[in-house]
Nanobody
Framework: QVQLVESGGGLVQAGGSLRLSCAAS????????MGWFRQSPGKDREFVAT????????YYADSMKGRFTISRDNVKNTVDLQMNSLKPEDTAVYYC??????????????????????WGQGTQVTVSS
């Protein structure tokens, strides 16, 4: 069983940056797609970004393109999310997740939250205006 622990959240002013990190333990994540999702109070969980098992493919939600960058280190068993030009509407709890299926997945599968059965506990990001 894999355990995922997010870190790096906090309070930042609009226009600022944060780097979230997700550390995996228990089993290597190197064969799996990893994703970041977020959830604000009263809203459904929302796709943020995803990265393929080998880092070759990355996809972002439209509102994050150009501002967020997902990356992974399969040796360290970590996945990061660099967030720049943060906006108040980015305020949410951010979760990392590991896919159920290994190796290459279609984009449509990679961006669906139900493709990910393994989740961390989340880290709060608050962006003040």
């Amino acid at each position: 069983q894999v355990q995922l622990v997010e870190s790096g959240g906090g309070l930042v002013q609009a226009g600022g940056s944060l780097r979230l990190s997700c550390a995996a333990s228990g089993r290597p994540i190197s064969s799996y797609t990893m994703g970041w999702f977020r959830q604000s109070p009263g809203k459904d969980r929302e796709f943020v970004a995803t990265i393929s098992w080998n880092g070759a493919n990355t996809y972002y939600a439209d509102s994050m393109k150009g501002r967020f960058t997902i990356s992974r280190d399969n040796v360290k068993n970590t996945v990061d999310l660099q967030m720049n030009s943060l906006k108040p509407e980015d305020t949410a709890v951010y979760y990392c997740a590991r896919s159920a299926l290994a190796y290459a997945l279609a984009k449509a599968t990679m961006i669906r939250f139900d493709s990910y059965p393994y989740w961390g506990q989340g880290t709060q990001v608050t962006v003040s205006s």
